[in-house]
């Protein structure tokens, strides 16, 4: 790791709340032990592992930032907007959140009994499991099938029983766009589209969902991330240009066993664009 002597942030990272393996306490101690300066926890749809992340953030001299990563849907295809310096305390954001967690659940459900009637895999005891959680995804799902031995891995899992034209594939039903930008405006959060080089867009489809997320309130691309390549980095920098958008960096942690996106490594940022801790309240 190489931080140049600037700060070093991460803006996106998950807990075992949602999707990731490390309770929030862990991940905030091995943040430090990265040497990240500023971090925002952004599990899937909950708030639930802020105030235990904030606490440890307090004992560890970490500046905290709340977050949270929504799910939404634009033109057919899932996004996910990560929400920044968010309170979580707001009856809004929370109805908005357990609408979503309801939805996590029934699909859940319905993989494990496509799992158990279309490739006798015991789908349904499955599914159950990985729904224990406080805010399941199927990577859970994912990780209980590779423990069982239905997969090697959990790119696996998702290629052989998950993904589209696969037996357990279950098209997600998310909010529009519309109705997560709304609840992070409401919320009077920093909105920011999370991984924008991740979607399967063509340049003008990328350019007009930056145009409609920028229409909406929207404050920042993430523009850094690990394992973004040179011609992405650009592409992405250039729709910040374009819109007027600040540029957020974050890892999008989830497994420490992973070892090309670690906590807090050092990204740097294209020229010309402005990073989103300007957009932070600085008393907060």
Known sequence: MD??????????????????VLPPAQLVERARGRGVDVLALTDHD???????????????????????ELSATWRGQTIHLVGLQIDARQAGLQAHLARVLALRRTRLAEIGERLEKRARLPGRELAALAGQGTAPTRLNLARLLVERGFARETQEAFDRWLNRDTAGHVPPEWPTLDEAMAALRDNG???VVAHPH???????????????????????????????????????????RRF??????????HDPAVPWNPLGRWLKLAAGLEPVTQLLDPTA
């Open 244 to 253: 007027k958008l600040h540029a957020s960096m974050g890892s999008d942690f």
């Open 46 to 68: 909950t708030t639930a592992g802020l105030d235990a992340a904030r606490a440890a953030c307090e004992t560890t001299g970490i500046r905290f930032v709340p977050g949270v």
């Open 189 to 191: 959060a920093i909105a």
């Open 3 to 20: 931080s140049n002597g600037e700060t070093l942030v991460d803006f996106h990272t998950h807990s075992d709340c949602s999707d990731g």
């Open 198 to 240: 991740r979607y399967r867009a063509s340049a003008g489809q990328l350019r007009e969902l930056t145009a409609a997320f920028a229409d909406r309130g929207g404050r920042a691309l993430e523009a850094s991330m690990a394992g973004m390549s040179p011609n992405d980095a650009e592409r992405i920098a250039s729709l910040c």
